[in-house]
């Protein structure tokens, strides 16, 4: 199938080693899709990109694109742009992207729909009044970032001169809202999913574990936990996966996780960032609708978790995608995952109705 991958290259760097990662994604994701057959070729998604889409006469586009002349905020028009092309793609379609790029929204409806999500508040200037129901510690955000730009050690506050002065730095860095939510003090996890409608399935849920630092290090995936090379906190933390949960606490994140994933429509791949609080309760942190997926990142670990290599966990976001389109059908790792599931309950089922044999007792 002829496949066009878009992604990004970079002339000028805002932030280097994130976008340093981009363009390692679309290099892998290129090559994973030339190992399946496919005829495959890189777009760096730039104003005369469409157009040579057009001209190329693609069946497929694999968007891993996250930003259209370095920008961010225009990551959901390069798929709006697919739409009005024609062309099918792999992931969310624009509503969805340009609704979880906004941190507040998505708190907002899981809040709506009885999701447990940490109390927060928003703040447009460091003046505003501080709600008197916030506990102390809060942690302050950029309302619209991703790849945890924006989020330092410091942005955990204990006090109120602390918030308005991260507040008013938010507020004039980034040029948007703040987030202010309260901290949950516990355990840091990212829910993989894969699939569409019924198909939806979680992966092995994944924690990243800080290990020894200093106190003054606040346990957060920060910019720094997942970029700064040179910092402690990088060498501090690892992701495991599969997390060590007991089973009815992996039940019900694992149930959330979904629950957030089908509200809010996300298609063929995403990512639920979680903390778990010390009394067991998941709070749902956000939703990344097409997450990042070079081989370092959540998904490729929960699928190598499985027993898949990088290449069948790419070739599985596109199976699913192009499955979505109705047109037909191709080999699914997830289909096989299911049916030998399936087949072992039924096995399992059928042996406990099976008559005891003599001497023998019910379990």
């Known amino acids: 199938m002829k496949i066009a991958v878009l992604s990004n290259r970079f002339s000028e760097h805002a932030n280097k080693e994130v976008e340093e990662d981009l363009v390692v994604t679309g290099n892998a ?17 730039n104003e005369k990109t469409f157009e040579l889409l057009r001209r190329a006469k693609v069946d497929f586009a694999f968007n891993v694109c996250e930003r259209f002349n370095g920008n961010s905020f225009f990551e959901p028009h390069v798929a709006a742009m697919l739409e009005l092309l024609g062309i099918p793609y792999t992931g969310s379609g624009p509503l969805t992207l340009a609704l979880c790029m906004n941190k507040v929204r998505v708190k907002e409806i899981l809040a709506h729909n009885g999701i447990p999500t940490p109390r927060f508040q928003v703040f447009t200037s460091r003046n505003k009044k ?47 809202p703040a987030l202010v939510e309260e901290y949950i003090d516990g355990r840091e996890l990212a829910v993989g999913i894969l699939g569409n409608g019924s198909n939806a399935t979680v992966l092995p849920i994944s924690e990243y574990v800080f290990g020894d630092l200093p106190e003054d290090v606040n346990r957060i995936l920060c910019y720094d936990a997942k970029w700064n090379q040179e910092s402690a906190i990088y060498h501090g933390s690892t992701e495991q996966c599969p997390a060590e949960l007991p089973k009815y606490i992996e ?16 298609r063929d791949y995403g990512r639920v960032d979680l903390r778990l609080g010390k009394d067991g309760t998941p709070y749902v942190l956000e939703m990344n609708p097409n997450p990042g997926i070079s081989a370092d990142n959540t998904l490729p670990k929960a699928a190598k978790a499985l027993g898949w290599t990088y290449q069948e966990m790419i070739h599985e976001v596109f199976v699913q995608a192009f499955e979505r ?5 191709m080999p699914s790792k997830l289909h096989q995952m299911k049916l030998a599931l399936a087949a072992q309950n039924a096995l399992v089922t059928q042996e406990a109705q099976l008559p005891l044999k003599a001497g023998e007792q019910s379990p």
């Open 325 to 329: 389109q109705g047109t037909g059908t």
């Open 29 to 45: 994701v290129l090559d994973a899709l030339r190992s399946f057959g496919h005829d495959a070729t890189l777009y760096d998604v």
């Open 130 to 176: 501080l709600d008197p129901e916030l506990q102390f510690p809060l942690i302050v955000k950029p309302s619209c970032m991703d790849n945890s730009i924006g989020i330092s050690n410091d942005n955990v506050v204990h006090t109120e001169k602390e918030l308005r002065s991260k507040v008013a730095s938010i507020n004039h860095v980034y040029g948007q």
């Open 251 to 266: 039940t019900r994140i694992r149930k959330i996780a979904l629950d957030v994933y089908k509200l809010l429509d996300v």
